[in-house]
Structure formats: C-alpha cells, structure tokens
C-alpha cells in the first residue's frame, strides 16, 4: 500500500517505519525541515530504542521524508494525520495542526481522481472527526466523504520509548469507521499483525483512546491512594498489589505505587476528557479524583522529606531522576518537577541527575539549580537524597558518599538498601 504521514513525532515516524518495515511505501511529511533532512539521512530526530536500526534499513527503499504535502498525498492511497494536540489552559484540545492538515490534504484531493483515505491518528476527543476533520475535507476539496473520499479514526496506544515495539506487537488494533470501503482499506494495512482487530465507529475510537488512558491513570492513582494509607498503617503496597493481581481479572501491569503519572499523554488526556465531561453537563467525579490523588503525591514526597530532615534551608538535596518515567528524556508534565519546585522555594540546593533528561530540565530550570554527571556526584555530600524516575541504574546506587545517608525512594526502585536510612513514599 503507498501511505503518507503527516507529522514525524514520536507516533508519525514509528508508524511511518513501522508501515514501511511491514512492506508498505511510505513516505513521512512533516514541514520541519531540518527533521526531514535527519530522517533521509537515515537517523532519527528523536530517541526510541530500536528506531535507529529500522529506519537505517528502510530509508531510501520503501520509506522517504518530504516536506511537500503535495507530493506525499498524490502518491499515496491513504493519509495519516499524526500531528499533536496539545492541551490548552482549559483542558480542551488545541487543534490547530489537525485542522492545518485536513486543510492543506483536502485541497490536494480536489486534483486527485483515486480514491484516498484519510486517517486520523492524532488523539482527538469523541466527535472531532466528524464535526471537524470531514468537514474541512470536504469544503477543501470540493469533494463528498463516503463516495469521493474515505475516512478512519485508527488511535495509537504507543508508549514513549518502546513505541516501536507496541506499533509492531500492539495488543489491538482499533479501526473506526463510517463506510465499508475505508474500513477494508484500513484493515488491509493491518493484515499482517497478529493481534485483535476491533472495527466500530469514528466516535467510539476517538473514545477508547481516552478510556484507556484515563482507566490506565486510574489504576495508577487507586493503587497510589491505597499505598498513602498502607504508608500510615506500615504496609508495603506493593505486597497488596500483588496480592490483588493475582486475581486474573485485575492484571499485574500499571499497579507500580509512587510519585505518580505525568508525561505528554495522560494529563492532557486526563484533562481533555474532564472537559468534555464538563461540556456535556456531567461532572466526572472519578477523573477529578483520580487526578487530585495523583496531583498530591509530589506534595507526600516534600512533606516526607520535611520530617526527615526538618527545614530544607541551606541543605544538599540530590534529586535522582527528572524525566516522567524511564527510558525516555521527555519531562512533560514530569512530577519530578512540582518535586524541585518544592525544595526551591523553601531554600534547598537542589543537585540533579538524569542519564536522559539533563539537556530538557535545563531548559526549564535553568541555573536554579546544579546538574550532576552521575547519580554518585549528586549524592556526594549531601544531606538527603530523593528517587524520583524509575531509571534502572538507580537499583544499584552507592550511597556512601552523603553526608546523611537519608533516601526516599518514590518508585520502589532502589534495591541497595544496606547501611542507609531508607523510606518509601508507599511502601
Ligand atoms: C501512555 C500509554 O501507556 C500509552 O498506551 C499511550 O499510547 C500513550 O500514553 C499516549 O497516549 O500516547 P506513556 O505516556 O509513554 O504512554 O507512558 P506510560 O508508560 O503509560 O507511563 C505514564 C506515567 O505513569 C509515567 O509517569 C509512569 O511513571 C507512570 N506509572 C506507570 C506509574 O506511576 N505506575 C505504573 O504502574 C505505571
């Protein structure tokens, strides 16, 4: 199949290698060009592990970047619309690049006689497609959906740094449609992964995206809310989530107790659905809730600190960890920060170390506060250290080095627990 993608993120481009490592032709479009330029040369512009490699082997075969809308829907049968959705100050979506896209595609449709199919993998709330994308489609155009051009909602449920792997091995795939005719397209594309194919309409895709991402942030927040009061009561949280997933209707997976969930994806979603909800005339208590548990855990964490080592004035604090999970250098909405927040403002001096995230902290943090080249040189000589990403150089640490050997571990992470004061946020 010959497929354009519009938008080389992290979920443009390992669907564009993905696709094209699966034998289709593919070419990614994005308008940056200097992105374009890396990615023809055969890198990647971002990290994900195992992206290099595909992309090196695909690159000038089957798989081409351009910066020309024009050229990449004329050759192609079928249009991915893979730009971002940010967030704005009220939760709702801010849709510019979507609608950009639908634009700029639907006037290339109206100089194409083939029938072309356009879908939409941006995160989009229930309803956007229809009420947004077809519309602009059809006035650019010139054109009526259905008989001149097809439509599909295909939501990604990639995570940052092992996207590759999700793309290729997903759990299912969700095909949304209107019409027989995009929905066999669509499914032809996906012919050769081994993994459930759920088909159903446009409005109940865009809405599994945010289901799933919202239930995923719930599981997180309920086991977070359980492990506080384990915390009080003297009981690892994590022995009760073990003992709970044992049960095969639970599942073991996002039950990890801690500082909480932040990243590119689930606030935003989290957010954009509340809003909706809110739009709707519902008040959605759970979503509100399962956000408020999870705005809170930072704040555990500061006032956990407080009591071990009383005023944070003048003192040494290491901070390990700065992206919103491991393995990943992005520190959207990472709770690491509201964490040196924190400190900062009751007088620390904040030392930090991140293997991934140095050169994005600092651009937010500036010279508030020191970056350290290893996790040994934050601890040297400090009065507390705090855990704050689940990076797994972190299981092995040497504390010896602190002044005071105080650490407080926010994801059960550290496993050298020997000869230091040890304390978990839930556990
Ligand atoms: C998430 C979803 O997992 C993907 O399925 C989805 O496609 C993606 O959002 C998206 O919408 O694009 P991602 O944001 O990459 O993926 O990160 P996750 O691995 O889901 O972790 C999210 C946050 O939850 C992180 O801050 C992580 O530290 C935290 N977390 C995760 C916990 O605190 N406990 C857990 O048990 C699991």
């Given at each position: 199949m010959d497929i354009s993608i519009i938008g080389t993120g992290y979920v443009g481009l390992v669907t564009g290698v993905g696709l094209a490592e699966k034998g289709n032709r593919v070419i990614c479009m994005d308008m940056i060009k200097e992105k374009v330029d890396i990615i023809n040369s055969g890198k990647s512009p971002i990290y994900e592990k195992g992206l290099n490699e595909l992309l090196e082997k695909n690159i000038g075969k089957n798989l081409v970047a351009t910066t020309d809308l024009r050229n990449a829907v004329l050759n192609s049968d079928v249009t991915f619309i893979c730009v971002g959705t940010p967030s704005k100050r009220d939760g709702s979506l801010d849709l510019s690049s979507v609608k950009n896209a639908s634009k700029g595609i639907g006037k290339i449709l109206s100089e194409k006689d083939s029938y072309h199919v356009v879908v939409v993998k941006s995160t989009v709330l229930p309803g956007t497609t229809e009420e947004t994308v077809i519309p602009i489609l059809e006035e650019n155009s010139g054109k009526k959906f259905i008989s001149d051009f097809g439509i599909a909602a295909n939501p990604e449920f990639l995570r940052e740094g092992?996207?590759?792997?999700?793309?290729?091995?997903?759990?299912?795939?969700?095909?949304?449609?209107?019409?027989?005719?995009?929905?066999?397209?669509?499914?032809?594309?996906?012919?050769?992964?081994?993994?459930?194919?759920?088909?159903?309409?446009?409005?109940?895709?865009?809405?599994?995206?945010?289901?799933?991402?919202?239930?995923?942030?719930?599981?997180?927040?309920?086991?977070?809310?359980?492990?506080?009061?384990?915390?009080?009561?003297?009981?690892?949280?994590?022995?009760?989530?073990?003992?709970?997933?044992?049960?095969?209707?639970?599942?073991?997976?996002?039950?990890?107790?801690?500082?909480?969930?932040?990243?590119?994806?689930?606030?935003?979603?989290?957010?954009?659905?509340?809003?909706?909800?809110?739009?709707?005339?519902?008040?959605?208590?759970?979503?509100?809730?399962?956000?408020?548990?999870?705005?809170?855990?930072?704040?555990?964490?500061?006032?956990?600190?407080?009591?071990?080592?009383g005023s944070f004035k003048g003192k040494k604090i290491a901070v390990l960890g700065m992206a919103f999970k491991g393995g990943t250098d992005d520190v959207r909405d990472s709770p690491a920060f509201p964490v040196i927040e924190g400190l900062l403002r009751e007088g620390a001096n904040v030392t930090a170390y991140d293997p991934n995230a140095e050169d994005s902290a600092k651009e937010f943090f500036g010279d508030r506060i020191e970056y350290a080249d290893s996790a040994e040189n934050s601890l040297k000589d400090s009065d507390l250290a705090l855990i704050v990403t689940d990076w797994e150089e972190f299981e092995e640490l040497d504390f010896r080095e602190m002044k005071n050997r105080i650490v407080i571990d926010a994801r059960n992470i550290v496993k050298n627990r020997k000869g230091i004061d040890y304390e978990g946020l839930c556990w």
């Open positions: 092992i996207a590759v792997k999700d793309f290729l091995n997903p759990d299912r795939i969700i095909i949304g449609s209107l019409d027989k005719r995009s929905r066999r397209i669509i499914e032809q594309i996906y012919s050769n992964f081994k993994c459930p194919i759920l088909r159903t309409d446009i409005k109940t895709a865009e809405m599994i995206k945010y289901a799933a991402n919202s239930f995923l942030a719930t599981k997180i927040s309920f086991i977070n809310e359980i492990g506080n009061m384990c915390k009080k009561l003297n009981i690892n949280v994590y022995e009760v989530a073990r003992g709970i997933s044992l049960d095969h209707r639970v599942s073991p997976y996002f039950l990890n107790a801690g500082l909480g969930w932040g990243g590119s994806c689930f606030p935003k979603d989290l957010k954009a659905l509340i809003y909706k909800a809110k739009k709707l005339g519902y008040e959605p208590f759970l979503l509100n809730a399962v956000f408020k548990v999870n705005e809170e855990q930072p704040q555990r964490l500061l006032d956990m600190a407080k009591r071990k080592i």
